[in-house]
């Protein structure tokens, strides 16, 4: 579960990373038999009347080049007490999955880790029916995509096990993957291309 969690992939995903660096050779057979015990993450929606409570814009916003009328599309809100950019993510029938934050005064995100993370802007681009989109890292430059035209979705950072089968299932048939050009945005590339059904043309981007 540790190992699951700190790289945000599935448990067995973390169970052959553990057995291919530290399983013992038993005859041809590497086994761990009781280290992973599956704990599937909790499946909850949040009450949409929540984002009532928030402001529907703040001027950090256009400074990081989004205008009123893409946040207002996509209900990206400004929570005052906390100081956060707050962006709701939907289901395809509107259910308020989460709400991760972003610090206005630090460059930190909040997510919770008690829930699988959905594509941020994923459901939009299945109720249009899209075909080709792009994928990046943060909701902002997810939003800015969207602002110019281009169908984007984000991840919220490294790219999950359920966010890889959420894409998998959402009828998109070419991904441009853009991800910073560092060693970490190149593992996000390579994650992406090589877990994508086989009916998914990925195709790298570097920015």
């Not at 067995?12 to 992973?36: R, S």
């Not at 919770?112 to 941020?120: F, H, L, T």
């Not at 190149?186 to 195709?203: E, Y």
Request: one cysteine or more.
């Amino acid at each position: 579960d540790f190992v699951a969690e700190c790289f945000e992939c599935s448990n067995k995903t973390a169970k052959e990373w553990l057995i291919e660096n530290y399983g013992e050779e038993v005859g041809t057979v590497f086994n761990i038999p009781t280290l992973i015990r599956k704990t599937p993450k909790k499946k909850t929606y949040f009450d949409k009347s929540i984002l009532e409570s928030y402001s529907s814009w703040h001027p950090y916003l256009a400074s990081r080049g989004l205008t009123r009328e893409i946040c207002e599309y996509f209900q990206v809100k400004y929570d005052p007490q906390l100081r956060q950019i707050v962006f709701p993510c939907f289901d395809t029938k509107g259910n308020l999955l989460m709400m991760p934050r972003r610090s206005i005064d630090y460059k930190t995100f909040y997510i919770d880790k008690e829930i699988d993370k959905p594509v941020y802007c994923l459901d939009y681009v299945i109720k249009n029916g899209y075909k080709k989109i792009v994928i990046t890292e943060g909701p902002f430059d997810c939003l800015k995509g969207n602002q110019f035209g281009v169908p984007t979705v984000a991840t919220f950072g490294q790219i999950s096990d359920t966010q890889i089968e959420a894409l998998n299932k959402s009828g998109v048939q070419v991904i441009y993957a853009m991800f910073d050009n560092d060693t970490a945005g190149q593992r996000f590339t390579a994650n992406l291309k090589k877990r994508l059904s086989k009916s998914i043309w990925g195709i790298e981007v570097p920015i």
